[in-house]
């Protein structure tokens, strides 16, 4: 079993829908949760890192940490074409720049007009 | 917010021959970088961890011949990915975390085709 499953889609939906997109793990000793915005041949941006369980919002995008589950979420509201992308979701046991990220495949979105 | 520059974009060479990819810090000292590897649809993989003044770490199956990775300074890491074969062709990817930042900076990628 792979430490960070994710679904890789593709999810379409259509532009002002509210999105959900998730992510399990298996190791209890992540505790750093990012996403990250990949759009087709291009490096990752950083959208959204939480510490432990919780919630954190920051403009349309929501990122939740259930810890006990092992489930952490990114919701996306007011959808815009423009969020047409991958995400990835990434976790960390360590805040440590040592420490490489593990990464989920990857969900394929599309907001369609 | 933290800049990495990574260079070239796009590389299409030869089979036999290298190639070196660099991946700058602009705004930051990075003592850590990290060297990825993505295939079409696929999720990033690890393929090495860089550390300034020392040898790389580099992960299982990855051979340390053909990825030859240098971080000379805080600021700089490349990666040269020797005698290249039409299967090393792929999306690679370095990443670093400044320091008191939060999460990790990806440079844009570099496209390699090895025809």
């Known amino acids: 079993q792979k430490e960070v499953e994710q679904d890789p889609g593709p999810l379409s939906v259509p532009e002002g829908a509210i999105v959900s997109l998730n992510c399990t793990y298996s190791?209890?000793?992540?505790?750093?949760f990012m996403w990250y915005r990949q759009y087709s041949r291009k490096g990752p941006e950083l959208l959204m890192y939480?510490?432990?369980?919780g919630n954190k919002e920051d403009g349309r995008f929501t990122a939740q940490v259930d810890k006990s589950s092992k489930y952490i979420s990114l919701f996306i509201r007011d959808s815009q074409p423009s969020d047409s992308a991958t995400y990835l979701c990434?976790?960390?046991?360590?805040?440590?720049?040592?420490?490489?990220?593990?990464f989920g495949k990857g969900t394929s979105l599309l907001v369609t007009p | 917010g933290a800049v990495v520059s990574q260079h070239p974009s796009r590389v299409i060479c030869k089979s036999g021959t290298s190639v070196k990819i660099e991946c700058r810090s602009l705004?930051?000292?990075?003592?850590?970088m990290f060297w990825y590897r993505q295939f079409p649809k696929q999720s990033l993989m690890l393929m090495a961890t860089?550390?300034?003044?020392?040898?790389?770490?580099?992960e299982q199956g990855v051979e340390k011949d053909k990825f030859l990775i240098n971080h000379a300074s805080l600021t700089l890491s490349t990666l040269t990915v020797t005698s290249a074969h039409p299967e090393d062709s792929s999306f690679y990817i370095c990443?670093?975390?400044?320091?008191?930042?939060?999460?990790?900076?990806f440079g844009s990628g570099t496209r390699l085709t090895v025809v």
């Open positions: 939480t510490y432990s369980s």
């Open positions: 190791n209890s000793a992540f505790q750093y």
């Open positions: 990443s670093a975390r400044g320091q008191g930042g939060y999460g990790y900076t």
């Open positions: 990434a976790m960390s046991a360590s805040s440590n720049s040592g420490y490489a990220l593990n």
């Open positions: 705004d930051f000292q990075a003592t850590t």
């Open positions: 860089s550390n300034e003044g020392s040898k790389a770490t580099y």
